[in-house]
T-cell receptor, first 114, second 114 residues
Framework: DAGVTQSPTHLIKTRGQHVTLRCSPI?????VSWYQQVLGQGPQFIFQ???????GRGNFPDRFSARQFPNYSSELNVNALLLGDSALYLC?????????????FGEGSRLTVL | GDSVTQMEGPVTLSEEAFLTINCTYT??????LFWYVQYPGEGLQLLLK?????DKGSNKGFEATYRKETTSFHLEKGSVQVSDSAVYFC?????????????FGTGTLLAVQP
């Protein structure tokens, strides 16, 4: 079975641009979460979606938004990119809405903002 | 708020050496505790978990015990292998319990030399 897949794997943008990152969860998983991992730090929670509804939001500005589609895939959108948005963006899926077990992570989308 | 502190790396060991990576946490409730591992070029993977005090999580020769009295969840392995070289993250579940949000430490790079 396919794991969590993310696209694109790498991308380069300039300040002020917009980016859309995509994630497909493991088949049967209804929850998708997004994390930002800055180089040398641990992942930071951005959003969780479950059954197409936002269930949690981390301490990120309104420039960050996300949505989940009927097939449970998800998009993360970041507007007005800043240099500090350069990071690895991780998507994770699970079958539960609360943390009873493990999250399954994709390999991430590495965003570089110039 | 909840937080995780883990020892800084890199940790460099010879093959068959004993490994300890320290992790302490701060939480208002009773979180579950996790160790995730990130091998080079791969996504985060759950290594082990413990859901309540005095539980011991174990997997692939690694162990960690949930110590409520010392708010710790140290990772140990009796004999490391070159293939254990990776970044290890200690994490806890958000104690508000409403989401599957994880709070990660900064990660510890382990390098095992033959």
């Amino acid at each position: 079975d396919a794991g969590v897949t993310q696209s694109p794997t790498h991308l380069i943008k300039t300040r002020g641009q917009h980016v859309t990152l995509r994630c497909s969860p493991i088949s049967g998983h209804k929850s998708v979460s997004w994390y930002q991992q800055v180089l040398g730090q641990g992942p930071q929670f951005i959003f969780q979606y479950y059954e197409k509804e936002e269930r949690g939001r981390g301490n990120f500005p309104d420039r960050f938004s996300a949505r989940q589609f009927p097939n449970y895939s998800s998009e993360l959108n970041v507007n007005a990119l800043l240099l500090g948005d350069s990071a690895l963006y991780l998507c994770a899926s699970s079958s539960e809405t609360v943390n009873t077990g493990e999250l399954f992570f994709g390999e991430g989308s590495r965003l570089t903002v110039l | 708020g909840d937080s995780v502190t883990q020892m800084e790396g890199p940790v460099t060991l010879s093959e068959e050496a004993f490994l300890t990576i320290n992790c302490t946490y701060t939480a208002t409730g009773y979180p579950s505790l996790f160790w995730y591992v990130q091998y080079p070029g791969e996504g985060l993977q759950l290594l082990l978990k413990a859901t309540k005090a005095d539980d011991k999580g174990s997997n692939k020769g690694f162990e960690a015990t949930y110590r409520k009295e010392t708010t710790s969840f140290h990772l140990e392995k009796g004999s490391v292998q070159v293939s254990d070289s990776a970044v290890y993250f200690c994490a806890l579940s958000d104690s508000s319990g409403a989401t599957n949000k994880l709070i990660f430490g900064t990660g510890t790079l382990l390098a095992v030399q033959p």
